[in-house]
């Protein structure tokens, strides 16, 4: 998933693209550049497949032991988010610590 929103990385969307595909290896690349900044830059919105097949309708992400479905075509923005993964990652310390405190308070 990539997403070039402002005219100087669009300008280097090549380029970019390239280098991503040589160092991580990853052939499937899909591109959501179809945000409001873009027309504030004055660029057209451009969203689809830029190495390999069109991506299913939702792909795998698993992350701390958890699964999510993520639709990159039509989801919000990227449909994921990398800065998140604390987040994700409390919410489900969370979500287990009030499971354990529910077991607890029905056997009490």
């Known amino acids: 998933m990539t997403q070039f929103q402002s005219a100087g990385a669009d300008?280097?969307?090549e380029e970019?693209?390239?280098t991503?595909?040589?160092a991580t290896g990853c052939g499937n690349i899909y591109?959501?550049?179809d945000g409001a900044t873009r027309a504030r830059e004055g660029?057209?919105?451009i969203s689809g497949v830029l190495r390999a097949p069109n991506p299913p309708a939702q792909i795998e992400v698993f992350e701390?032991?958890?699964?999510?479905l993520v639709d990159v075509r039509h989801g919000h923005k990227t449909g994921y988010y990398i800065?998140?993964?604390g987040?994700?990652?409390a919410v489900r310390a969370l979500a287990e610590l009030h499971a354990s405190a529910a077991v607890v308070a029905r056997a009490a």
């Open 11 to 13: 300008a280097w969307r």
């Open 16 to 18: 970019l693209i390239s």
């Open 20 to 22: 991503l595909t040589e």
């Open 31 to 33: 591109d959501r550049s």
């Open 43 to 45: 660029l057209p919105e």
């Open 64 to 68: 701390h032991g958890l699964r999510f």
């Open 83 to 85: 800065d998140q993964r």
């Open 87 to 89: 987040n994700r990652h």
